[in-house]
């Protein structure tokens, strides 16, 4: 069905959580927060879906997304663990982590117009131009919502700023 072999079912299925748990991290939290519940899981099906792209991928740029993909995974997750970038590792993290979500989005909205419907995709070359529209549309969400992110990151920032410590309420 839709021309997908076994592996490259694996391929898909492990990604597409993926994509709900990033919707609802953003939605809940205003960005992917790796050291949650469903922050781990977003962490395995990414790692899975950009290490089975490798054997399953027919364009050269997939490799390239795949390799940048992990990268961006692992620093993500990596960043805040290193308390060199306390502030800033959390800047940094929800780029890395935004980004994925983005490299995860490019290939998948590709591959659903150049497969269904079955037999008759909505896009048979890579130059279409709703192929070109769906993806200049999905790199303006990414700046719209990294800009977001950051706005969001820095009203917490100051708010916490000026909060009195923890302390004070601790009895």
Known sequence: ???ISPL????TLSSLPAIPLAIYML??????????????VYFIS?????????????????????????????AGYGIGR????RRS????????????????????????????PDG?????????PILLGCQALLFIILIVGLTAQ?????????LAAFAPPAEMYAE
């Open 46 to 74: 990414m790692l899975i879906g950009a290490t089975t792209v490798f054997p399953v991928a027919h364009q050269p740029a997939s490799y390239g997304i795949g390799a940048a993909t992990i990268l961006l995974l692992l």
């Open 89 to 116: 590792g959390k800047y940094l993290e929800t780029i890395f982590l935004s980004l994925t979500a983005f490299l995860l989005m490019v290939p998948t909205v590709s591959e659903i117009l150049r497969r269904v």
């Open 1 to 3: 069905m839709f021309g």
């Open 27 to 40: 939605a809940r939290y205003g960005r992917i927060v790796p050291r949650s519940k469903p922050g781990v």
């Open 120 to 128: 008759h995709p909505l896009v048979t070359d890579l130059n279409s």
């Open 150 to 158: 950051i706005i969001h990151l820095r009203r917490q920032d100051r």
């Open 8 to 11: 490259g079912w694996v391929h």
């Open 82 to 85: 290193i308390s060199r970038f």
